[in-house]
């Protein structure tokens, strides 16, 4: 099993200007999470999902969108990049709620300039 | 809404020298989880408590969660080189759905 994978590792974005982090689990995970660590500090929940078609926001939702289609993926889009999105973007995956252990993925480096 | 904090932020410690984080909720929680994340790394799960009063060990690792479910300890004696990252607590509570709320994270520095 690859577990959680996340692309781009890197990106370079420019204000205004629009991506979408992608984000897949093999590991046939209902619940999915997208936390963002800014530098030096701990992890704060952007969006999670409970299962396909199910999304509810976390503490830092805005700015940010995300889907889930399917069991595996969980993309995060970022409209209108701003400068306080600069931050890493980790992806994480758990078959049950807050009692299970969660996987992380490698994590996606966002620069907005 | 429900706060979790760590201290110390940071830690330099000695090889061979023991260390502590502290893990502090405002609220009961339902359940604890730690996680370790090396420098440039993912976070990686170490343990979870439950019970009021719950210790565990992991080798050199001792985890600790409180009577009053509120706060949690991890220790660990004797640190290697090998325990550089930060280490952190996350709290989930029976009030706050399906998310965890991580601390901000305790970073242990060892010199050898």
């Known amino acids: 099993n690859a577990g959680v994978t996340q692309t781009p590792k890197f990106r370079i974005l420019k204000i205004g200007q629009s991506m979408t982090l992608q984000c897949t689990q093999d590991?046939?995970?209902?619940?999915m999470y997208w936390y963002r660590q800014d530098p030096g500090m701990g992890l704060k929940l952007i969006y999670y999902s409970v299962g396909a078609g199910i999304t509810d926001k976390g503490e830092v939702p805005n700015g940010y969108n995300v889907s889930r289609s399917t069991t595996e993926d969980f993309p995060l889009r970022l409209e209108l990049a701003a400068p306080s999105q600069t931050s890493v973007y980790f992806c994480a995956s758990s078959y049950g709620g807050v009692t299970d252990t969660q996987y992380f993925g490698p994590g996606t480096r966002l620069t907005v300039l | 809404g429900q706060q979790v904090m760590q201290i110390p932020q940071y830690q330099h410690v000695q090889e061979g020298e023991d260390f502590t984080t502290y893990c502090n909720s405002s609220t009961t929680l339902s359940n604890i989880q730690w996680y370790k994340q090396r420098p440039g790394g993912h976070p990686v799960f170490l343990i979870q408590l439950v019970k009021s009063g719950e210790v565990k060990k992991q080798k050199r690792l001792t985890f600790q969660f409180g009577e009053a479910k509120k706060n949690s300890s991890l220790h660990i004696t004797a640190t290697q080189t090998t325990d550089v990252g930060t280490y952190f607590c996350a709290g989930g509570t029976n009030n706050a759905g399906n998310m965890l709320t991580f601390g901000g994270g305790t970073r242990l520095m060892v010199k050898p």
């Open positions: 590991m046939n995970h209902n619940y």
